[in-house]
Structures are given as C-alpha cells and as structure tokens.
C-alpha cells in the first residue's frame, strides 16, 4: 500500500514536468484535465487508465497488487520478476528463468531502467540510443510491459524490427526471458507469417507488418505503446512509419512512442520529433584502433585477402571479420583465403583459420556456424586458431559476433539505388559512408581492443565517403510506398513530413506508374482495384497481375508464379557443379520463358511433396533451394487466403487446353507492361518507351531466340545491363492489355517500335474485320 | 489598297520550295547498300557499351520536371493538385530534403576507394605539366635553343680566354726568368713544373678554374692507377740485385711522387662564385683581365704595346664586328 502512495506521489510530481516537457503538452495537458474532471470512472475509458478498475483486476497474490499503469518504479518491477510465480501467466518461474534473469540484470541497460522508466512515463515521445549489445532490443520492451500493463487494458506493446529473422529470434529470446509460451503472451508477425493470438500483449514485427496493419488501423488503436527498433537504419517501411506515427500520436494522446537507435546519429531524430526527450545507455566496448592504407588499392578484393593473412601471420590471437559485397565474391574470396591459409600453415608456424561466409541467403544452419568457436591450435602448445568470417553488410548492425577482433573493411557494399529518370531498380556496388564505415570499425572492439584495417587511405575517407548512408527512401522505387500511403489515408503526398523526403520525380514516376496500373485515377484517388491491391503485400504490379489473374483462367498459376518471384533464386548453381546444375534445370525447362520453367518447378515440387517423397532430397538432386522453394509453397497460402477473404476466384485452365500457357502469358502481361522489352538484333533487345536502353538476356535465361517481345521481373544494371527472369509474349497483347501504356496516338518513345506496333495494330483491326465480316 | 501581286505576309513559306532531288536507281541502290551496311554491321562490344553509357548519361541528367513533356504528365499533375509548386517534398522547414533523384554511380572492376580519383589526380597533373610544356615548347622553343647555343659558344670562348691568360703568364714568367739569366729548355720545363704545383688561390680567378680543372683530373688519374698498383704492391716482393734504379722506374717498382697543388683539396668559394656566372659574364671578366693585365684583346688576338691599346674597336665582340 505504502508503495502505492508513494509512487501516485511521485508520478503527480512527474505529470507535471511532462506537461512542460512533452512535445504535444497541449494535448496532454487537455487530457490530464478532462479526467481530473471526470470524478467517476468513465465507463467507456475503461480501458485508459481506470487505476480502481485495474487494481480490481488482481488476484490477491499477483506480484501486480500495487502496480499503477505507467506509474511503475523499476524496484516494484525487479520485485515482481523475482516473485516465485510468474506476473502474466499465474504459473510458477522454471529455473531456467531465474538463469535468465541473472544474465538479463548484467545487462548494461539493466542499470538505467528507473531513468528510463521516469522518461518515459514523462513524455510521450522518447528517443531511445543504445550501442548494439546494450540490450535494448530484448529489455526495452519488457520494461515498457512490466510499466504499461498491457494484459489488463487489451492494448499490445508493438516493438518493429527491419529484418523476419531478428524480429523471429528477438521474440523467441523474449518469450523466453518471461518465461511464457512463443506466440502467447509475446509473439510476432512477419509477412507471411503471424504468431500471436489473443493473449499477445508484447509483438515483435516487422517494420512493414506494423504499416500493413495501419493500413486498416488508421489510428493504431490496438497498440499503448510503439516501439520502432534500430530506426537508425532508416527503412522504408520505418521511415513511413515515423512520418504516421508522428501524426498519430497528436491526435492519440495515450499512444507512446520510443524510437531506438544503435548510433549516436541520434539529434536527427530527436529534431524530427519536436525535442523529443533522449537517453543513451553506452554498449560495452573497447578503444578500435584504425590503420588506412598509404595508397589506393588497385583490388580490394585482393587487398583483403592480403591483409587478412597478414593478420593472420602477424598479429596475435583474435578473430577476423572482413566485409566484402555479395554472395559470390565471397564464396570466392572464402576459398581463396582456405587455400592461402592452409599454405601457411605448411611453411611457417601460423595456426589454423576456419573461414566462414555469411549473407542473407545463406540457410540459417550454415549461418549459425559463424558462431562456432575458433579451432584448437592444430598441435599442442601450437599457435592459437582463429576464425575468419566473411560477411556482407549484415553484420554491420544486425547481427553481434563475439570474439571480433580485427575488421577488414574495403569501403563497399552493394546497395539498392532507384533513378526515376532511368525507371531502374538495381544493386549496385558503391562505396560506403563515413558512419557505416565507423560502426564496422565498431564491430573490432567488442570482446576486447580491436584493429580496424581500412582499404583505403585516410583522405579517401576524408573526401570520398558521405556522412550518412542515404535512408532506403531515397534509394527505392515508390509505387508501393504510395498505394501504402494511398490506403493509409495520407491524401497530400506532397507535403507528408518525412524525415527525408524523396525527390520530386521520384514520387511524379510512382504516381505515374500506378496510373498506368490503374490503382490510382487521373486525380490521383485510390481506384477499386488500388484499393484491392494494396491488400497484398507485394509489389503493385504483382498484385495488379493477380487481382486480374482470374479473368484469364489462371488465378492459380499465378498465385504460384508470385509466390515464386517473392522469394530469392530458386535455382542453385554451385561454382564447381555449373553444368550439372544447367541439366538439372533444363528438365524443367519451357520454352517459352523463365516464369514458366519456375511454374514447372513448382508442380514438380508439388507432385513430390504431393506422393510424400522426400522434398529436400530431391531438391537436392535436382539442384533447387529446398528453403526457397517451401518458403514460396508458405507464401503462396499466405497470397491465397488473401485472395479468398477477398473474393477473388481460384481457377485454372485444363491443362491440356493448348491455351494453358497462354493465358499464363497473358496474364503476365497486366502486371509487367511497363517491363517490356524488343529485340532488336540478335542478342541485343531494347526496353521501351522512356525506359529506353539495350540490354541483353540475362544468361540464366532458357527463353529461346523465337521471342522478338518479351516481358522481364528484374532489370540487372552492371557494366552490362541485363534483363532477368524474361518470358516471350505477343505484341498484340500489350496494345489489348494495356492500351493507356500502348497509346500509338501519345506515343513519344522508339519510333521503330511504334512503326511495329501500327503494324501490330493494323493486323489487329483487319482480322477483327474479317471476323466481323463472317 | 492590298492587290493581289502583293506579297502574302502571312505566307508560312519562304522563298522557294526546294525541289526534290531525284535520283537514280543506281543512286538509290547505292544508298539503300550503304545504309544497309550501316544497319547491319554488328557494333562491338566496346561501341555498344559507350553508347550506353551515353544514352544513359543523357537520361540521367534531364530533369522530367521541366520541359512540355512534365505538363503533360499525369504524375506531375497528380502532385500539382496536391499543391505542389516545384522544390522539395516534405514539410516546410526541412530544409536538406532532395530536389533531384540520387545518380547511381556504376563502379567497373574491383578498384579499390580513391584509386579513381587518385589516377584521375594524377593524369590531370600530367596533363597539365604536359600542356605547360606544350606552351614552352612553341613559344620558346627557338629562344631556347638560340640561347643555349650562344651559352657554348661563350663557353668555349671564355675556355679560350682562359688558355691565352696561362700561355701570356706563361710567357710573362719566363720573360721574367730571362732576365734572371739562363735561358734554356730545361728551365723552362722546370719552370713549368713549377707553375703546377703553385698555390691555386696565388692564380687569378679568372683562369684559376682551367688549372684547377686540370689538376683534379690529374689527381682522378693518378689516384685510379694507384689503386690498380695497389693489389700488387701489397704482395711480397722478390728483390733482384740486378735491378738498377732505371730497371725499377721501368717496372713502376720506384714510388712515385706526385707534386700535386697543395691546396687542391681545399673549398675555394671564390672560384665557386665565377664558376656560377653566365658564360658570356665570364667571358666579359677575362677579355677585361686580358686587357688589363696584357694589353691584349682577345678579339682582335693582338697584343698592344701599351694600356692605351691604339687600334683596338672596343671591348665588345660586337664592336670588332
């Protein structure tokens, strides 16, 4: 009871700074009075902060009892975590937990949970910065639980993660450190994938599940609490979110915000969001020392490989950590490295080196091996071993590697980067910025004073490498972003405060581009079919191709072509076993086009899994990515039950009719018209319209040459530009499938195209006639 | 009053219409075979690629907000509608939000950060040392030439000049020993060893530097073969009773003594300092000193009588012209 008063008392103290302090005091403070005024409990606020209701609401015994919603101290917390039964479920603590707690309370961030509880309780908005390994992720939330109280008043504690996996294995560690069962009491939600049920009252996410759920939430009325995790990485989906939520939280006055970032980059956000109050929790690190290089490299590949084994010769024990751009330069550089490690191992004393790759689509039992610890000395008394761990830029941020010592860093990574005035999405490899580059120095002092090997010189860190990394906004293609918008009810584009808006153009091109696709009207309004498309969470085109997809008799072949494009390369092709890998695949091949030999894939994976064979065996042989393959078979349930709560039918055409794969052709051609291209001499083929550039068939491709049109997914920009996954198509269909795109009168691209088209156009309108005139 | 003859200002054509040239069939056919050839020759990969580059340059540096083609766009007047007025997106006070899209930068190869940049640096420099050169080169490039060979020609002359003041104190000495008495060919020669090994400072300036010169090649000479003697000198030597003092002059067995100038070794900045003048400069000092110290123009190669020089045009070379 005692404690109770004293913390009311406390709190009366702290409601009145945060009137001073928070962003929105106004608001606040209106919503302070009105419910000093409303003596009795108002019924319909029940779920607000009915503090009588609330304590009502206890059994007896529940470490609960004195609890006040936002009012909560982090000594009444500890004490509850250290009750015998747990606060949230009734049932008794295992062992296991209380394991747990202990390693939790080691935490830096455990020490600042009575500063953080006063800030937060304080204001509505709170700028959260805390180094990677602080335990912000994992403790944060549960202190925002154990302060909101959300399994009384129904309303969840949301905390967004950038990638599947970590909001996947952060919601696991939690469920864990509660000591409840995953996908009860704490749970998560990833596209194609949701766990939680009704009891959920802390939710991990993606950044885009939380914007897809806003969609249909305008107001975000399920969540007290939202946390955005690692913003400083600047997603799409969390900068969207940012900008919503921004807005939000004035009109939702008990909605509270933190936004956590892992570098000091924190200002920006707190500028953003009116002052916004800050607090940072130091990680555990240790002083990085830097080296550059006096010159230029001429490889850098090569100069990585250099320096790890010079490392590796000359330096003492400590593991490596070198970043390089892509899956195959590093599978490359992998081997490489094993075989320059085991010479030295054979003419000097040097110890033994495992090496590990590390990507995003790696399977995740191989990605698990990076944590392996280094190998013994190779003979007694013998030098140390060390591991080497070859990595893209996840494991710049994401992912925490204990015993780095020494980080080789080139300067690069592969980046996505879109030019409206190109119409292009692509990868490419750029040089890096100055803050990406000092969270990889970062990396090297975790367990203990690090080096930090830079490939380049210090000028050419001075002059050459930006301060920040552009967020994806400015890197991405929009449509998407702008049916989102669309269906979130954002009308005015134009001015929607972001934290860094995109370039006019850019926005102008996805407008245009949905235009085209007939989500968005000419005055700019969200269509039926916008609005039907927004529903799925895919690319605009894909869920244009599939809304139409029942009208050609193939809404089945094409929720399955979907499925396919939304996960990675389902084809495998090991360095060694190239020409096995290209006779597995022609088995499957069709000729007319890539999305067809992946359609055959699939009903031949189907058929396998159909006879209860064993799939990934036969993946296997057959060279497939048995991952890839069940996550598009997951993703295609997923796209189904979209399209059944939506009314859209599922049908197919006989099989044997000759128009099968014709209609799938079709059908191809609503979503990708403005992904087309015309052959124009042998192997050079010309995209259209404003898109106008040459590109040859990607190689993986099996279209033959009997296709002067052709659609393609994905527009491959190297020093050659390539189009990939391509299918054959007839040109008649784009005038018929897409005559706003196709206008011959506005047309003001290629004028052979156009030339070609008439001609199409004129044999067209002469067999009709002849019909008619039969 | 308007008559018919007038000229039609509102004509939209000028002068006269160009007639269409016809052409013959063997014209034609000859242009159809080179367009042909135009069309069909396969570019290469090279071509293919430049042009690339260029179509995509050009695509990536025109902006889709200006021009006739940005009114008649949907998407420019869908943002139109949401009050847009050209500039940045976003809320008023952001002040660093982009005007125009970011330009992917397509890296070829694995060149490391900075070497671009760095080789660009450096072909810049070269090519500037090189355009300065190229500057040098045609306006000066006569100037130079003339001046560096008027440089020799003085060179040789003031070598000359100097010659004449050794020969002239030579004959200046030996007149001297004349009048002392005994005028034969061995004091000469006596004489003349003695002049070498004198002390160079007690030499005049002006031609010290031929003496010096001469010296140090000398002392070059005789140091090189002592160190060639030297392996054989320090093997143990057989001793021939029959040897007399000729035989061991003749077998190099007799150590030589040489009467180098004294203060050959050491720093003269005085002459350092004549040295460093122009050649013609120098050449000017000795025709003076010549002058003075002989009454001898070394133009005119005449020896006068007395200082006043009579007959003798000028200092100059010029003035002997």
Redesign the interface.
Known sequence: MADSKNSSKVSSDKTDRKRANSPYADATAKRLKSESKTEKPNPYLAHWEDESNMNNGFSKGSPFKAFKRRQTTAKQAAKAEDSDNNPFTGQPHSQQYFNILKTRRNLPVHKQRQEFLDLYQKSQILVFVGETGSGKTTQIPQYVVYDELPHLNHKMVACTQPRRVAAMSVAQRVADELDVTLGEEVGYSIRFEDKTSSKTMLKYMTDGMLLREAMHDHEMSRYSCIILDEAHERTLATDILMALLKQITQRRPDLKLIVMSATLDAQKFQRYFCDAPLLAVPGRTHPVEIYY?P?????????AIRTVLQIHAGEPEGDILLFLTGEEEIEDTCRKISLEVDELVRETDAGPMAVYPLYGTLPPYQQQRIFDPPPNPSKKGGRPGRKCIISTNIAETSLTIDGIVYVVD???SKQK??????R?E?L????ISKASAQQRAGRAGRTKPGKCFR???E???K???IEQT?PEI??SNLANTVLELKKLGV????????M?????????????EL?YLAC?D???ELTPLGSLASEFPLDPSLAVMLISSPEFYCSNEMLSITALLSVPQIFVRPAQKRREADEMKNLFKHPEGDHLTMLNVYHAFKGVMNRGEDTKMWCHQHYLSFRHLSSADNVRAQLKRIMETQGLELVSTDFHDKNYYTNIRRALVTGFFMQVAKRE?NK?YRTLKDN???VMLHPSTVLGADYDWVVYNEFV?????YIRTVTGIRPEWLLELAPVYYDLE?W?GQKDVKQALKAVAEKMRRRNAMKGGK | MASDEEDDYMNMTFGEEPKAVTETSLQRRQRLKREGEIKGRVKSKAELAAEEREAREEALSKSMLEGAQAKKSKGFNMMAKMGFKGGALGSKDNADALLEPLRPEMKDGRAGIGLDSDRKRKLDEAAKDQQKKLKVDEEEFRDRVRKEREQARHERMAHGAMKVCERMDEEKQQLEAGELGGDDETTTKKKKRTLSTRPLKSIPVVWRGLVRRREEAERDRRMKYDLEQSSTTRLPEYEDDLEDADDKEAMGKTPTTYALVEDLDEEDPELDEFDALEPSEKLRRLVEFLRNEYNYCFWCKFTYPDAAMEGCPGLTEEDHD
């Open positions: 290089t010159e230029p490299e001429k490889d850098y590949v090569e100069g080139p300067g690069f980067i879109y030019n409206p005035r190109l292009v692509s490419l490899v750029s040089a490939l380049y010189t000028k050419a860190f002059e050459e490498l552009y400015l890197r009308e005015d584009l134009v001015h929607f405060d972001l860094d808006p995109p370039a006019p153009e850019t926005m102008m091109r996805a407008l245009e235009n968005l000419d005055e700019g001499n050079i106008n550039s040459a920009m190297t020093s050659k530009q506005t003001e």
